[in-house]
């Protein structure tokens, strides 16, 4: 069965660092567009980054220099490095994996059952 995992969620205090990894259960994940969403408390789930198979990265623009996204294929892995986080960063992140990268949450067929991420201040 297809899954994707993530981890390295946790508690972080505003201005430290977190690394998410998301593993995927098989390597034509690699051929995929991987990416991340979040979603907060009471909000809509939101577009974070997305990587392509060609290893072009794209960003939620309020996120861009702080995040980064980037994947290991031998390793079928992505990650996606926080840095400088803020309370306002606190959410459920996703790891998600589609055909080609996009902002939607339609674009991505496959998604990780989340991992919390808190920074308190």
């Known amino acids: 069965q297809v899954h994707l995992e993530e981890s390295g969620g946790g508690l972080v205090q505003a201005g430290g660092s977190l690394r998410l990894s998301c593993a995927a259960s098989?390597?034509?994940?690699?051929?995929?567009?991987m990416g991340w969403f979040r979603q907060a408390p009471g909000k809509e789930r939101e577009f974070v980054a997305a990587i392509n198979s060609r290893e072009t990265r794209f960003y939620v623009d309020s996120l861009k220099g702080r995040f980064t996204i980037s994947r290991d294929k031998a390793r079928n892995t992505v990650y996606l490095q926080m840095n400088s986080l803020k309370p306002e960063d606190t959410a459920v992140y996703y790891c998600?994996?589609?055909?080609?990268?996009?902002?939607?949450?339609?674009?991505?067929?496959?998604w990780g059952q989340g991992t919390q991420v808190t920074v308190s201040s």
């Open positions: 098989e390597r034509t994940f690699n051929a995929y567009a």
């Open positions: 998600v994996a589609g055909l080609h990268p996009g902002t939607r949450t339609s674009d991505y067929a496959y």
